[in-house]
């Protein structure tokens, strides 16, 4: 069973600085695409940044600059660098992956953490 946990959310001063990370653990073929995503006030849950299979990584417009994911494929671990923390980051943060379960391509399905809350006092 694949499962995606998430640490590193806490509650910090606006202009802090924070890291996240997730870690994919169980037993599978491989992981394709991951990415973080966060739902905040009001409760959509909204795409931050993501590493597509091709090596791209895309971010949402109101965290370029301040937000930086990165990988560790030996790891099969997913970390968010985050500075100059604003009140609207405020949110819940989870971690997702497609994660193929065996050779066969069909087999691929979304997974996601159970979230980590990070906080940011103006």
């Known amino acids: 069973q694949v499962q995606l946990v998430e640490s590193g959310g806490g509650l910090v001063q606006s202009g802090a600085a924070l890291n996240l990370s997730c870690a994919v653990s169980g037993t599978f073929f491989s992981i394709s695409t991951m990415g973080w995503f966060r739902q905040g006030s009001t409760d959509q849950r909204e795409m931050v940044a993501v590493w597509s299979s091709g090596g791209t990584m895309n971010y949402a417009d109101s965290v370029m600059g301040r937000l930086m994911a990165s990988r560790d494929n030996a790891k099969n671990a997913l970390y968010l660098h985050m500075s100059g923390l604003k009140s609207e980051d405020t949110a819940v943060y989870y971690c997702?992956?497609?994660?193929?379960?065996?050779?066969?391509?069909?087999?691929?399905?979304?997974?996601w953490g159970q979230g980590t809350q990070v906080t940011v006092s103006s």
């Open positions: 997702n992956a497609d994660v193929q379960v065996s050779s066969s391509k069909w087999s691929a399905r979304a997974h």
